[in-house]
């Protein structure tokens, strides 16, 4: 009997979102353990960094990768997983794109260590103790990894071969990529595994779009009822479809709420958010600098808003200095 | 596709543009920096490189080296960019393997430090050579054009234009709003500087355009729309009614005799209210078409239903239409000429001068009219009070040159305001006097009429009437128009008395300039006048393919001028549907259908309408034929599904990755 391939799962900078949609497979999670050995999944099976280590390289046939690069330990994981599997999948958008984490590369690593053990109201930390990569203790010494400057998507740190995008991802598009992995029909590397199109093409509202929307103002979701059949940018709600990779089945529109645009950008796309921002900025009703602003002031958090998911691979150099960090010049 | 498969082998050549680039960087050490670039196997500086032998240089190492990219730092694509395509498409190279880079206009001229400009020019020439390679051959697409010339405007530029294009065998349509042809100039009496009686020189003109059996002509007719794009126009034209109709009458004017008010009542348009016509009428004899019209809003029938309707009963013809309601005329139409001429100042805006206020305060258009023996006064100079005035004064630039109204000189008011002079010390032996600021009068024979004016006792005040005040302050001033005024040449304050002021009035764009603009798709300058494309090597040209400009709508002319550029206009429209077709720059936006998600941002975007939304396909569809290559649409479509040639992602990041590395 030929052996089955062997499939690794592990998670850096995330939420844990993107390991519930691999048990969201429900029975199809059946087709894929009988398919695969699962040799490596931290958060549901009891394995060791050593039993990977242990592993030939490239034994491993795919390893799904979640969340962001932050931490030396998540950068060391992603090489040897790297080493590990012959084809590595950025999955979820924390590893595609840099996700949710990545939108602390706003700030500087000091000014998210001063918040979180400091200033954070919720913080109690009289003495201001800050962790440490290495602390002695009765003559034995405990470990932390190195905090990055900067979260990193896993392709800023490792090769990638294909990504799964989402936030989490959608069973249906691991789903796909297992029978594809199984079959041995994958693409060309580097290829995402969702349809290479706009969201607004398989939008249920799409038709109600009018051909010339002038946005006289910017409404917040949760600050405005929302017409449950009009496209939500008619109604002066951000969406980033339009910018947004479908392959989910307009999930949240379905929902009733706007796209945030965690199925990342087109192919065609560098810049998801430059991209967003281009078209909806260009189409702000009022031509006048005080009209403009008063529209724009709709959008409180800009960065939050267009590059919730994208902040991590957006062209803009990022507010910290890269230049202490060898590391994250690698890419 | 050619050279699709081969490597990458860029000739790169280097301009001195005689001293005008060499003097300011070091062109030979940029030619020996680009020979070391990657995929650059010759690099050459050159004196002149748009000169025969420079272009030549090209093509003598297209064939010799197998070149297949050629990078020109030069100056701006403005200017060269067609020489050097043309050239390296000589060679048998498509024309698009070729880059032009401005270091003339973005480095040589703007910089003096030389070893600085000679740096920026090496990054510039790095991103061309990076960008270059990612050029694909590009084929210029061909469109026809539809042989019809569409005129807007019946005065005397579109009666040139459509007589200069319906001569040379193309059909013209002239639309002109009011009920006649012949505009501004068929209420001149006479022309300066030749006194040649206008109505003489211009009626048979009219006559021509109505006879011309390649003109259609569409009196008290307005443009409502225009679509479509250079060479395939489509206009729809509103023709209001006449409730006569065009065909049938031959303007016997029976019916005019017969109208049931037996004297005429309503302020005469034509002669600038000066005179009264009946609600059945014909704006002047020589009107064209001469065919009646009825004004609804003066006549019996429309106003009470009551009327016995003679007019009727007098047409052997049987032409009137009482229940004529408006047609609508599509046509198409390779090109357009917009002649849509100006309007005169309104000089009640000036209220120093009196205008409105004192009855024998006149417009200079009036005077032409009172002047004109066909006028309401049979060419004599009769005031609004019945008088004859002894004495005139003609105030030169109303409402031009003046901060408060028009800050532009009019043009043509110096002229007319002599010929005006001339013609009422003619016809009333009148003392009369000139008030002007600078006296212009630049123009074949127009110096010469100025000093027989002054030899024929004209009074010339040089300065800026102040103020027309009835005030008399003297007994001679009693009854009289008192002219207040610093006389500049004299050094004081006079007070002139005279009986009759006429006010130069200066040109002003029409009210409805805006409109007629946004309709053609073309600019107007500040002033509200149609902008050309070039002020001086494309004047009638508009930024517009296939529209162009004629006479006074796109800055004030004399009719010698408006007849030189409706000729010029008239040319440019046959150069274009003469040859039969235009061809496309290629460097349109286009996009990929099935990467459409059919969001529609970029529609409302397009400056020139040129996208539009496939309800079939529910996917945005571009027309190539419309499409400026401005690149709008390509930046901001959100799912990057908008391409542009010659402006590919690949090629913008390239050219931007090299102007950066050594940043």
Not at chain 1, 149 to 156: F, G, Y
Not at chain 1, 271 to 292: H, M, N, R, T, Y
Not at chain 2, 68 to 92: D, M, Q, Y
Not at chain 2, 423 to 452: C, S, W
């Amino acid at each position: 009997m030929p052996e089955k391939p062997k499939i690794a799962f592990y998670w850096c900078a995330s939420c844990g979102g993107c390991e519930e949609s691999v048990v969201d497979l429900a029975e199809d999670i059946l087709m894929v353990v009988e398919n695969v050995d699962i040799v490596f999944w931290p958060v549901a099976m009891d394995f060791k960094k050593k039993d990977v280590e242990a592993m030939p390289d490239g034994s491993i046939t795919a390893c799904f990768l979640n969340g962001a690069i932050r931490t030396e330990e998540q950068e060391e994981m992603a090489h040897m997983l790297r080493r590990k599997a012959k084809i590595l999948i950025a999955y979820g958008a924390c590893a595609h794109l840099g996700g949710i984490p990545a939108l602390a590369n706003q700030f500087s690593k000091e000014h998210v260590m001063e918040w979180a053990y400091d200033k954070c109201p919720t913080v109690t930390n009289p003495s201001r103790t800050r962790p440490q990569t290495s602390y002695k203790d009765n003559g034995r010494t405990a470990t932390l990894p190195a905090f990055r400057n900067v979260v990193r998507a896993l392709d800023q740190v490792v090769d990638v071969d294909y990504y799964i995008p989402g936030c989490a991802p959608t069973p249906a598009l691991l789903k796909g990529a297992v029978v594809a992995l199984l079959s041995g029909k994958l693409p060309p590397k580097g290829t995402t595994l969702a349809p290479d199109i706009a969201l607004c093409d398989e939008c249920p509202r799409k038709a109600s779009k009018p051909t010339d929307v002038g946005y006289p103002e910017f409404k917040r979701p949760h600050l405005a009822r929302i017409d449950p059949n009009l496209c939500m940018l008619a109604q002066g709600f951000v969406c980033m479809g339009p910018a947004t990779r479908g392959g989910c089945g307009a999930l949240c529109i379905n929902g009733n709420m706007p796209c945030t645009g965690c199925f990342g950008p087109t192919s065609r796309v560098r810049d998801q958010g430059a991209k967003i921002l281009s078209s909806i900025c260009s189409s702000v009703a009022p031509k006048d600098e005080a009209g403009i602003d008063a529209v724009l002031e709709g959008i409180p958090d800009p960065v939050g808003t267009f590059y919730r998911y994208g902040l991590a691979h957006c062209l803009l150099r990022r507010k910290v200095s890269l230049n202490d960090s060898a590391e994250v010049a690698a890419k | 596709m050619e050279n699709g498969d081969s490597k990458v082998r860029i000739g790169f050549y280097v301009c001195h543009c005689g001293t005008n680039i060499a003097h300011t960087v070091d062109v030979a050490s940029v030619a020996k920096y680009a020979a070391g670039l990657p995929g650059v196997v010759v690099a050459r500086d050159y004196k002149y490189m748009c000169s025969d032998p420079g272009q030549d240089l090209i093509g003598e190492d297209i064939r010799e080296h197998g070149l297949n990219r050629i990078v020109v730092a030069a100056c701006s694509p403005c200017l060269h960019e067609a020489t050097f395509r043309t050239a390296t498409a000589r060679a048998g190279l498509n024309p698009f393997f070729c880059h032009l880079v401005n270091i003339r206009e973005h480095a040589s001229w703007v910089h003096t430090d030389r070893a600085a400009a000679t740096e920026k020019v090496q990054d510039l020439v790095r991103a061309a050579c990076g960008r270059v390679r990612h050029h694909k051959a590009l084929e210029r697409k061909r469109v026809t054009v539809r042989p019809e010339v569409l005129i807007v405007g019946g005065g005397i530029a579109g009666i040139q234009a459509a007589l200069t294009i319906a001569e040379s065998g193309k059909k013209v349509y002239l639309v002109e709003r009011e009920p006649t042809i012949g505009g501004h100039m068929a209420m001149f009496d006479k022309t300066f500087p030749t006194l040649d009686c206008a109505a003489c020189i211009l009626t048979p003109k009219m006559s021509q355009v109505k006879a011309h059996p390649n003109i259609t002509l569409w009196t008290y007719s307005e443009v409502m729309g225009v679509e479509g794009f250079v060479g395939n126009f489509k206009v729809k034209v509103r023709r209001k009614p006449r409730y006569v109709n065009e065909e049938v009458c031959v303007g016997c004017m029976e019916c005019i005799e017969a109208c049931m008010y037996k004297q005429p009542k309503f302020d005469d348009e034509f002669n600038q209210r000066l005179g009264k016509r009946k609600p059945v009428y014909i704006p002047f004899p020589q009107a064209t078409p001469k065919v009646v019209l009825i004004d609804p809003e003066t006549c019996l029938h429309f106003k009470t239903g009551k009327c016995k309707q003679p007019c009727i009963a007098s047409c052997s013809r049987n032409a009137f239409d009482f229940n004529a309601e408006e047609k609508i005329e599509d046509v198409e139409v390779g090109a357009i000429i917009v002649a849509t001429g100006f309007k005169p100042f309104d000089p009640a805006r000036s209220p120093k001068y009196g205008y409105g206020h004192f009855p024998n305060v006149y417009t200079s258009l009036e005077v032409e009219r009172l002047v004109n023996a066909s006028g309401p006064t049979g060419g004599e100079i009769v005031m609004r009070d019945g008088r004859k005035p002894k004495s005139v004064g003609i105030v030169h630039c109303v409402g031009s040159r003046n901060l408060q109204t028009n800050r532009w000189c009019s043009k043509v008011c110096c002229m007319y305001s002599l010929k005006l002079a001339h013609l009422i010390k003619e016809h009333a032996g009148a003392e009369v006097y000139n008030f002007y600021i600078d006296m212009r009068t630049p123009g074949k024979g127009y110096e010469e009429f100025y000093n027989q004016l002054l030899e024929e006792g004209v009074h010339f005040v040089r300065g800026k009437v102040a103020e027309v005040t009835d005030w008399a302050m003297t007994p001679e001033e009693e009854g009289k128009l008192v002219m207040r005024v610093e006389d500049t040449l004299a050094g004081f304050v006079r007070r002139i008395p005279v009986d009759m002021v006429v006010l130069s009035v200066g040109l002003e764009p029409r009210e409805d300039s805006q409109e007629v603009r946004r309709m053609f798709n073309i600019s107007c300058s500040s002033e509200g006048f149609f902008l050309e494309r070039h002020p001086k090597l494309a004047p009638v040209d508009t930024a517009t393919d296939g529209v162009y400009l004629a006479g006074a709508c796109q800055g004030p002319k004399d009719i010698p001028d408006s007849v030189a550029q409706a000729g010029a206009a008239a040319a440019q429209a046959m150069a274009l549907i003469d040859k039969g077709y235009i061809e496309m720059e290629p460097n349109t936006a286009f996009i990929e259908e099935k990467e459409c998600s059919g969001c529609k941002s970029c529609i409302p975007l397009c400056p020139y309408t040129a996208i539009s939304f496939n309800e079939a396909t529910v996917k945005a569809v571009i027309n190539e034929a419309l499409c400026k290559g401005c690149g709008t649409c390509v930046a901001a479509c959100p799912s990057g599904s908008i391409k542009q040639n010659l402006f590919e992602d690949v090629e913008i990041f390239s050219e931007i990755e090299e102007v950066l590395a050594n940043a």
